[in-house]
Nanobody, 131 residues
Framework: QVQLVESGGGLVQPGGSLRLSCAASEYALDYLAIGWFRQAPGKGREGVSCISSNRSNDHDTYYQDSVKGRFTISRDNAKNTVYLEMTSLQPDDTAVYYC?????????????????????WGQGTQVTVSS
């Protein structure tokens, strides 16, 4: 059974930075594309970013328009971990952040942000941006 565990959330001031981690079961990154989602109070779950599995020669990555240039997704295969580096954080970024695994192994621009595309989910980590 695949497990995904998020960490790194917390309280940060506007303009600050955080790095979220998604620790996956051993070898999971070999075949899972990993997406990051967030859900603010009273809102639906929205896709933030995605990185394809090790099966992808290009390690395709995608970002929601509102986070382009501020968030960076990356992977450390030796640690079985995917990171979401978040900079220039704003109050609108406040949400519970989830990582999710897609068994197809690939991110596609038209579907990476759809929660129903993913097969495994972590428990979430809270990010609060406030002064």
């Amino acid at each position: 059974q695949v497990q995904l565990v998020e960490s790194g959330g917390g309280l940060v001031q506007p303009g600050g930075s955080l790095r979220l981690s998604c620790a996956a079961s051993e070898y999971a990154l070999d075949y899972l594309a990993i997406g990051w989602f967030r859900q603010a109070p009273g809102k639906g779950r929205e896709g933030v970013s995605c990185i394809s599995s090790n099966r992808s020669n290009d390690h395709d990555t995608y970002y929601q328009d509102s986070v382009k240039g501020r968030f960076t997704i990356s992977r450390d295969n030796a640690k079985n971990t995917v990171y979401l580096e978040m900079t220039s954080l704003q109050p609108d970024d406040t949400a519970v952040y989830y990582c999710a695994g897609d068994l197809t192994g690939f991110c596609y621009s038209r579907t990476y942000s759809f929660p129903e595309e993913y097969d495994y989910w972590g428990q979430g980590t809270q990010v609060t941006v406030s002064s």
